[in-house]
T-cell receptor
Framework: RKEVEQDPGPFNVPEGATVAFNCTYS??????FFWYRQDCRKEPKLLMS???SGNEDGRFTAQLNRASQYISLLIRDSKLSDSATYLC?????????FGQGTELSVKP | DAGVTQSPTHLIKTRGQHVTLRCSPI?????VSWYQQVLGQGPQFIFQ???????GRGNFPDRFSARQFPNYSSELNVNALLLGDSALYLC???????????FGPGTRLTVL
C-alpha cells in the first residue's frame, strides 16, 4: 500500500465547475499536511497547508480528518488556469511524502 | 526576496559518470531537502539537512550523497550514474515555523 494515495486522474471539467480531490495516508504519525500544485515540467508549488479545522483560500477549501486519515481539496468555480497536477503531501519529521498526483484539465 | 535557486537547470551525462547539483535556499531558511521526481510520479525524498547536519535520508543507494555548507547552500552528488537516475532533482527550503517547504525550479538530469 502506498503511503499517500490519491484519486486516479485525469479529471476533465468545464470552466465554472466544482471539483473535489481526495487523498488518504497510511501513517497516523504524520504531522502536517499540504496540497501542492505542479504545472507541466515545473516544480511543485505550495497551494495550501491543511488543518484539522479546515481552511479556505478564495475558491480553494481544504479539509483534514485525522481519525479517517483523509485529506480533501475542493476547487469552486474552476478556471482554465487551474489546469495542473494536484499533489497531496504529508510531512513525517521533515520528510515530505507525496501522492502520485491527480491531473486536472479545465476546458472552456 | 529570491526564491530557492538551483544549478544547473539541465544536465546530460553518460552512465558511470558522476554529477554535482547545487541549491541555495531562501534567505533565512536553514533547512534544505532534496527530492527526485521521475516522469509520472510524485517527488521522492532523498535527504534533509538542517544546520549542516543530515536529519533524514530516503531509500536511495549510497551512490547518492549530499552536504550543506555554512551559508546553508547544499550540494547533491550522485556517483556511478545509471540510466534510471534520469529525473528532475528538486531542492526544497523549509520555513520551520509552519514546516512548509518551498521548491526550486529543479535540475533536469538525463543519463545516456
Amino acid at each position: 500500500r502506498k503511503e499517500v494515495e490519491q484519486d486516479p486522474g485525469p479529471f476533465n471539467v468545464p470552466e465554472g465547475a466544482t471539483v473535489a480531490f481526495n487523498c488518504t495516508y497510511s501513517n497516523s504519525a504524520s504531522q502536517s499536511f499540504f496540497w501542492y500544485r505542479q504545472d507541466c515540467r515545473k516544480e511543485p508549488k505550495l497551494l495550501m497547508s491543511v488543518y484539522s479545522s479546515g481552511n479556505e483560500d478564495g475558491r480553494f477549501t481544504a479539509q483534514l480528518n485525522r481519525a479517517s486519515q483523509y485529506i480533501s481539496l475542493l476547487i469552486r468555480d474552476s478556471k482554465l488556469s487551474d489546469s495542473a497536477t494536484y499533489l497531496c503531501v504529508v510531512n513525517q519529521g521533515g520528510k515530505l511524502i507525496f501522492g502520485q498526483g491527480t491531473e486536472l484539465s479545465v476546458k472552456p | 526576496d529570491a526564491g530557492v535557486t538551483q544549478s544547473p537547470t539541465h544536465l546530460i551525462k553518460t552512465r558511470g559518470q558522476h554529477v554535482t547539483l547545487r541549491c541555495s535556499p531562501i534567505s533565512g531558511h536553514k533547512s534544505v531537502s532534496w527530492y527526485q521526481q521521475v516522469l509520472g510520479q510524485g517527488p521522492q525524498f532523498i535527504f534533509q539537512y538542517y544546520e549542516k547536519e543530515e536529519r533524514g535520508r530516503g531509500n536511495f543507494p549510497d551512490r547518492f550523497s549530499a552536504r550543506q555548507f555554512p551559508n546553508y547552500s547544499s550540494e547533491l552528488n550522485v556517483n556511478a550514474l545509471l540510466l534510471g537516475d534520469s529525473a528532475l532533482y528538486l531542492c526544497a527550503s523549509t520555513e520551520t515555523r509552519y514546516n512548509e517547504q518551498f521548491f526550486g525550479p529543479g535540475t533536469r538530469l538525463t543519463v545516456l
